[in-house]
């Protein structure tokens, strides 16, 4: 076995405590199988183990399983363990979180608020729940338990939530106001609004699309929103001439363009969902179907992503992008170019005292230190 990949299965075993050593060392296993693999497909993953493992592939594969469909390993409890070492690092720094809801085919639909670094958007708190069949809780009170959990680990840190037409309504607007969170949200043009003059009157009530009816206009001033529920708040629009229609963002900030910029900001969640399903790691190609199942398969998808995220910081930070990527144009993402120098780094004997400085964590038990340097 690497001597990285013997360092990388120690620390999750120290780390990890909450779980049992042959659960740990199965999801150390799981992690790095699946970077080498580029997919997270058990058979896939399993194969490429054969390197590690003197055991069949077969025999390999029904180990990830039992991992799979074990229900003593706690997602919840081993996530939340695993943000208490990651995110002080973050804390006294404004971030940008992004909320998405994305389909796992037609069996599961995940919600999920991530992290805003670089070009991709890194897990911090997510739910599973069913495709087809109706929920055992609201959408609403599923978002609030996400942010409660995420709120413990966040503090008073400064946070602006950014999330497309869906989340574009009063419930989340105020929950961000809950948590003291700055909040962009798209909505669509058929909402209704009231413009508030220089003077503070209001005008009144029309639809939000009247304010930008035609290509090349724009709109950036305060109203207030929905005739029930009514907010007061800042409104932003402008109708790029190449689009279909206006692109129209609330927000808790003064309006102008800058917001419909820091909007844009939502699209790198595209990408990194791109990333981890049909450009990269085929999450929907796995034939996990239980949802308590696709709950601790997420589990090992995301520990990989933010340790290939780290590994790819480490690599820029050391100045070994261009041996990855173009030096004229940025052609690769992140999560490749952290796979790339994990792969890299395989191919090469690395000295005890370096190999720490390659894994998710520093440090060692009760002073675990987490860095995202690029």
Known sequence: MHALSTAWQDQVKEF??????????????????????????????AEALLAESEASA??????????????????????????????????????????????????????????????RVLPLVWKVMPGQTKWDQGLWECIEQLC???MAHLGSTDCTLIGDSAFGCFPMVSLCQKYHWHYIFRICGQHTCQRRSAHGTLGASQAVADLVSRPGKHFYGSVRLWQENAIDTHLSAYWDPEEEEALIVISDRTAGRKRLE?????WKV?????????????????????????????????????WVTRLAACCVHNGHRARYDRADRRDKG?????????????????????????????????????????
């Not at 973050?90 to 796992?104: A, K, V």
């Open 58 to 119: 077969c025999s390999i594969e029904r180990r990830l399983e039992r991992f799979l469909s074990n229900p003593r390993i706690e997602t919840q409890e081993t996530w939340d363990k695993f943000l208490s070492a990651a995110m002080p690092f973050f804390q006294g720094r404004p971030l940008r979180l992004i909320i998405d809801l994305t389909s796992y085919k037609e069996h599961a639909q995940v919600i999920y608020i991530g992290l805003l670094q670089q070009s």
């Open 16 to 45: 990890f405590s909450n779980l049992h050593g042959h659960q740990s060392k199965a999801l150390a296993f799981f992690v790095e199988g699946a970077i080498a693999a580029n997919s997270i497909v058990v058979q896939r993953v």
């Open 262 to 266: 820091e909007y844009s900001w939502r």
């Open 334 to 374: 992140m999560l490749r170019i952290g796979r790339l120098y994990w792969l890299d780094l395989r191919r090469h004997e690395i000295r005890p005292c370096n190999r720490q400085k390659y894994l998710l964590f520093q440090g060692s038990a009760g002073q675990w230190a987490f860095h995202l340097r690029f």
């Open 270 to 306: 595209e990408a990194t969902f791109q990333d981890l399903k049909s450009r990269g790691w085929d999450w929907e190609e796995s034939h996990v179907r239980r949802l308590d199942r696709v709950e601790r398969m997420l589990l090992v998808l995301f520990v990989m992503l933010w």
């Open 148 to 150: 409660e959990r995420l």
